[in-house]
T-cell receptor
Framework: DAGITQSPRHKVTETGTPVTLRCHQT?????MYWYRQDPGHGLRLIHY???????DKGEVSDGYSVSRSKTEDFLLTLESATSSQTSVYFC?????????????FGEGSRLTVL | KQEVTQIPAALSVPEGENLVLNCSFT??????LQWFRQDPGKGLTSLLL?????REQTSGRLNASLDKSSGRSTLYIAASQPGDSATYLC???????????FGKGTLLTVNP
């Protein structure tokens, strides 16, 4: 258990509305990631963070923004949700402060955009 | 760009059988490779992390091997049980950056 909490776990929203997903960790890990998982595409990296206020884009970052104002929280924002963003979103961390490539995942947040 | 392929996409075996899941990757300049398990509706559970300096890593009935030169990794499950039924994914890094590329997984069903 890497001490990752995602919220909300389930959300239904309408096209055009803003949505923020939260990833919270309690063990001071430096590296945090947001992935989405879709049938036929597998897991794809959206954004990642390598420290407070240090973030970078992943493979599918269009339409998403992130913020990390403190170590424990990594927020994923959909500024104007679209149906193509219906997905399961996973937060992950690399334990500790040194990058090892090892990932531990949260339980996921299922988002439905109508 | 790293590409990760898992074959087969699905596998059904009787309980007690030993089985092998395959993972291939295109960029062999990796420093590690990780295997995960995912149960329906759940997150991913880390099973094994193999460093590039290792050839094998074992945890209980699971054994993962890594052959960088051929771009392949295998996950061996001994004496399979119905509780092993899940989707198994492998992931390899893209070069030396922070991005992992995932395979699409192998859906394993172990029948009692």
């Amino acid at each position: 258990d890497a001490g990752i909490t995602q919220s909300p776990r389930h959300k239904v929203t309408e096209t055009g509305t803003p949505v923020t997903l939260r990833c919270h960790q309690t063990e001071n890990h430096r590296y945090m990631y947001w992935y989405r998982q879709d049938p036929g595409h597998g897991l794809r990296l959206i954004h990642y963070s390598y420290g407070v206020k240090d973030t970078d884009k992943g493979e599918v970052s269009d339409g998403y923004s992130v913020s990390r104002s403190k170590t424990e929280d990594f927020l994923l924002t959909l500024e104007s949700a679209t149906s193509s963003q219906t997905s399961v979103y996973f937060c992950a961390i690399t334990p500790g402060h040194t990058y090892t490539g090892e990932l531990f995942f949260g339980e996921g947040s299922r988002l439905t955009v109508l | 760009k790293q590409e990760v392929t898992q074959i087969p996409a699905a596998l059904s075996v009787p309980e007690g059988e030993n089985l092998v899941l395959n993972c291939s990757f295109t960029d062999s300049a990796i420093y590690n490779l990780q295997w995960f398990r995912q149960d329906p509706g759940k997150g991913l559970t880390s099973l094994l992390l193999i460093q590039s300096s290792q050839r094998e890593q074992t945890s209980g009935r699971l054994n993962a091997s890594l052959d960088k030169s051929s771009g392949r990794s295998t996950l061996y499950i001994a004496a399979s049980q119905p509780g092993d039924s899940a989707t198994y994914l492998c992931a390899a890094p893209e070069g030396s950056n922070y991005k992992l590329t995932f395979g699409k997984g192998t859906l394993l069903t172990v029948n009692p």
